[in-house]
C-alpha cells in the first residue's frame, strides 16, 4: 500500500461556504488529524446532517453519510454498531447538535458508543442567514431577531461533563495545532467523544470574530485535572469571561460494544442482521 499524503483526503467537490469562514480550520486541521493517525480513507465515516457545518463531509475524500438534520448522531451510532471497524466522526452544527438533535446527543454520551462528534459552534444557524442557536448570547441582536435573543445560552460542556461524557474537551478553529492535538485524541479515545469548535461566522455573527476568541481563550495547563468530574464543572461552569480550551473531562468507563459483547444486552441482533437480511432478500432473486 502506497504511502498516505495529505492528497488522499482532499475531494474535488467545490467548497461553498464564506471566504473566511472558519468551517474551513476544522476542514484542513480534520484531514491533517486523518494522516497523522495514518487512516485510510476507505476505513473512515464522516456522518453529517444539514447546514453549513455538515457540508464539511463532502469536502474530505472519505466515506460519508447525510442523514437528517439533528439525527446524525443516531446515524453514526448504527453504523459504529454494525461495523465496528470503521472510524466513525459525527460533524454538526450547534444548531443540529443542541437544538434539533439535542435529545440524541444526550442518549449518545448514556450509550458511550466508540465515536467522536465534533460540533461546529459558531452560535448562529448560518444556512437560515442568521437565525439564533441554542449557544447565541442572551440579549444579542442577529439577522432573525433583531431586538434581541430573549433566552439564555445553554452551556453544552457542563451538559456532557454532568452527563458523564467519557470525553470532553474544546478547541478553536483557528488554533490549528491545538484543534489537531484535540482531535487525535478524540478520535483515539475509545468511547464517545464530545469535541465543541468554536468558530467565528464571518457573514452573521459581528460579536464572536477572531479577535474575540484571541481576547478571552485561555488554554487549560498541566494543573487541570480532566478526571476530576466536579473540577472540570467548575471550570465550564466559571464565568468570569474566559473560555477555556482543551480536555476538561475524561473517564475510561467502557464503550457500550465491550459491554454488549460481555453478555448485557443483545448484540446478536445487530451484528448478524446484514446475513439475515441477504436471505430474505435472496428469496427475490
Sequence with gaps: MAELTLNDYKSKVENAWCPGCGNFGILNTLQKSLLALGLPPERVLLVS??????????????????????????????????????TVIVHSGDG???????????HAMRRNVD??????????????????????????????????VAALPMNPL????SQSCSFVAQSLSSNAGHLQE????????????????????????????????????????????????????AVALAHDGRIP???????????????MESGIGDLRTCTDRPARLAAVFNRFR
Design 182 to 233: 484535540i482531535l487525535c485524541e478524540a478520535i483515539r479515545h475509545p468511547g464517545f467523544s464530545f469535541v465543541n469548535v468554536l468558530q467565528p461566522c464571518v457573514s452573521w455573527d459581528p460579536v464572536h470574530t477572531y479577535a474575540h476568541y484571541q481576547k478571552h481563550c485561555y488554554l487549560l495547563d498541566a494543573s487541570h485535572d480532566p478526571t476530576d468530574q466536579l473540577g472540570a464543572l
Design 96 to 106: 443540529g447538535a443542541y437544538g434539533e438533535g439535542g435529545n440524541h446527543f444526550l
Design 158 to 161: 457542563a451538559l456532557a461533563i
Design 115 to 148: 465515536l467522536t462528534h465534533v460540533v461546529h459552534d459558531n452560535h448562529i444557524y448560518g444556512l437560515t442567514k442568521g437565525q439564533a442557536s441554542p449557544t447565541t448570547e442572551q440579549g444579542q441582536k442577529v439577522a432573525v431577531h433583531p431586538d434581541g
Design 245 to 259: 480550551l482543551g480536555v476538561l473531562y475524561r473517564n475510561e468507563r467502557p464503550a457500550l460494544r465491550p459491554i
Design 49 to 86: 446532517g444539514i447546514g453549513q457545518a455538515p457540508k464539511i463531509v463532502h469536502y474530505v475524500h472519505a466515506n460519508a453519510f447525510d442523514g437528517l438534520h439533528g439525527r446524525e448522531v443516531s446515524s453514526a451510532q448504527a453504523a459504529k454498531i454494525v461495523a465496528d471497524d470503521l
